[in-house]
């Protein structure tokens, strides 16, 4: 896949694209539609505090908009992230943004006519904030209607396997990280699409239920749980509103970065702690089907806690999902899933989902 970076010099947008493509030069003036324009659809958790500078630092963000035109932009400070930019229901490439750089071209030459935008947040918290403003588009043109919402919700909390982390690689060996992470096609959004739902992704890579990966104590100071009430993951000050946007289903996939690498978790820590977050997600969606994941990577005794932890409820929406260990030709960067790999699982996501959903 081509990796584009697109610079914006006032009325002049030089567009650099990588992997040995010929470059292109743009000229034009621009028009700038902000942030809080009602024609743009976000998805995910936003930050609107200041509505014409939405932050957002999560992965699998969205931001959708039906445009008319044969050119649009982004007006976007971030510098350490990775959008993939859909055009019409096809992949028109990767914005790849850099510091110092806010205006960005997406696509242009479009022809006449309406176009659908979606930008999809590829990487997550750890590559930092991003704050948008606005769309770009030529001079006379506008944004139309939006595209309806899926009238279904799902949210995910999980970790690397959630966020997408080196579902892109070339194997277990990867030269880098970001390059590699793509939230569109981890099973977490996979699924979603498939079901037919509006998601929300809750995940940090390395995090774990009660132990993150590489700690050196049994317990950690800031695991997973911590972060499900943030609306941005980089700032705990700002609390998410859980009344704003109600899931019908929350999936959670957790464990396997608790039990990695010893000192591990006490049994009774781990299950108190997959009790209390059960408890948590329900407290806050009274009617939500909660959907516990084992596998694909996990390691003992994470199996024998789970089935304790899930044992103390008798809630007939509360779902284990069965997931399959990774095969060797499902192995992305550092035993992630790859591409395949997260297809298949997102399959057996979906067969547990849709009978339990009535979807």
């Known amino acids: 896949m081509n990796r584009i970076v697109f610079i914006s010099f006032g009325?002049?947008?030089l567009s650099v694209i990588l992997a040995g493509c010929t470059q292109l030069i743009r000229t034009g003036a621009s028009a700038l539609?902000?942030?809080?324009?009602?024609?743009?659809l976000y998805t995910g958790r936003v930050d609107f505090s200041d509505p014409k500078a939405p932050r957002f630092d999560w992965p699998g963000i969205l931001i959708t908009a039906n445009f008319e035109g044969p050119y649009i932009g982004a007006k976007i400070t971030d510098g350490n992230n990775d959008y993939n930019i859909f055009i019409d229901g096809k992949q028109a490439g990767v914005l790849v943004t850099r510091p110092g750089i806010k205006e960005y071209t997406l696509a242009e030459n479009?022809?006449?006519g309406a176009h659908l935008l979606i930008l999809s947040r590829r990487t997550e918290g750890y590559q930092g904030m991003a704050v948008f403003e606005g769309l770009l588009l030529d001079k006379g043109a506008k944004l139309l209607l939006p595209p309806a919402r899926p009238g279904?919700?799902?949210e995910f909390i999980g970790d690397s396997i959630t966020v997408g982390f080196g579902v892109e690689g070339p194997g277990i060996k990867c030269p880098s990280e970001r390059e590699f992470k793509n939230n569109w096609k981890a099973f977490s959004a996979v699924s979603a699409k498939e079901l037919g739902a509006e998601y929300h992704i809750i995940a940090i890579s390395g995090r774990g239920l009660v132990k993150d990966w590489g700690e050196k104590t049994s317990v950690s100071p800031e695991p997973m749980p911590s972060f499900f009430d943030r609306t941005l993951q980089n700032n705990p000050k700002i609390k998410?509103?859980?009344r704003s946007w109600t899931p019908d289903a929350?999936?959670?996939?957790?464990?396997t970065n608790d039990y990695s690498a010893p000192p591990y978790p006490d049994e009774a820590v781990f299950v108190k702690a997959y009790e209390k977050l059960i408890n948590t997600v329900r407290e806050k969606y009274p009617q939500v089907h909660i959907f516990i994941c084992n596998g694909p990577a996990q390691s003992p005794p994470f199996e024998k806690y789970l089935a304790e932890a899930l044992g103390s409820f008798n809630d007939k929406k509360i779902h284990r999902v069965e997931l399959g260990r990774?095969?060797?030709e499902e192995l992305g960067c550092d035993w992630h899933p790859n591409e395949a790999g997260a297809k298949r699982l997102a399959k057996e996501l979906v067969q547990t989902v849709k009978p339990a959903m009535g979807w």
């Open 11 to 13: 009325i002049i947008s």
């Open 33 to 40: 539609v902000p942030a809080d324009d009602a024609n743009i």
């Open 110 to 112: 479009l022809g006449a």
């Open 152 to 154: 279904r919700r799902i």
């Open 240 to 242: 998410w509103d859980f």
């Open 250 to 255: 929350v999936v959670i996939n957790l464990g």
């Open 326 to 328: 990774l095969a060797d």
